[in-house]
């Protein structure tokens, strides 16, 4: 089945820097990366996602980008706000089931 | 519009009790989902739901774990004679299609 790694499991980022999370995948016929964002006692939220006919995608200050051959795909978060405080887990499918990384905890500092 | 609803929001119960749990799908999402997230952890997949079929059960951790949806909507987790290890917090998630998976809140589960 497919297995997902993702790092670093914490974060800590000055506001307005930017920040960085990444994640590899195991299964090549995996072609749907999306990114939720969960804050403490709060359901998982889509913020982005990236089919795998596309290499990046941005919505404002978030990007996706996916690199196919390497199976990795990665998360931007630019001009970071205290209020982007949260937990990040990224996911692989290849149809149904999504399979989580086991999350990023990033602390923006005001 | 509503999203996904579960119920209880939190379940405190004795080891060797059995529970369920119920998640309402976004309406008119055909396909529906359970998963479990244990402390600290990522999510972990249970089950799936296509219309009341349930093509996939392989998430399941063991036959005390069982899970039923009917009319297309409305589905519930069942956890017969509960273990500690069971404490969690279970997620709902329903979608039109496959993707993309909007999810609920989620019951808090706490076995003694």
């Known amino acids: 089945g497919e297995n997902v790694e993702q790092h670093p499991s914490t974060l800590s980022v000055q506001e307005g820097d930017s920040a960085v999370i990444k994640c590899t995948y195991s299964d090549s016929a995996s072609n749907y990366f999306p990114w939720y964002k969960q804050e403490l006692g709060k359901r998982p939220q889509l913020i982005i996602d990236i089919r795998s006919n596309v290499g990046e995608k941005k919505d404002q200050r978030i990007a996706v980008t996916l690199n196919k051959t390497a199976k990795h795909f990665s998360l931007h978060i630019t001009e970071t706000q205290p209020e982007d405080s949260a937990v990040y887990f990224c996911a692989a499918s290849g149809s149904y089931q999504l399979t989580f990384g086991k999350g990023t905890k990033l602390s923006v500092i005001p | 519009g509503a999203g996904v609803s579960q119920s209880p929001s939190n379940k405190v119960t004795e080891k060797g009790k059995d529970v369920e749990l119920r998640c309402d799908p976004i309406?008119?999402?055909?396909?529906l989902y359970w998963y479990r997230q244990s402390l600290g952890q990522g999510l972990e997949f249970l089950i799936y739901?296509?219309?009341?079929?349930?093509?996939?059960k392989s998430g399941l951790p063991s036959d005390r774990f069982s899970a039923e949806r009917t009319g297309g909507s409305v589905s519930t987790l069942t956890i017969q004679r509960t273990q500690q290890e069971d404490s969690a917090v279970y997620l709902c998630?329903?979608?039109?299609?496959?993707?993309?998976?909007?999810f609920g809140d989620g019951t808090r589960l706490s076995i003694l």
């Open positions: 739901f296509q219309g009341n079929s349930a093509p996939d």
């Open positions: 998630a329903s979608s039109l299609g496959t993707q993309p998976q909007h």
């Open positions: 309406s008119g999402h055909t396909a």
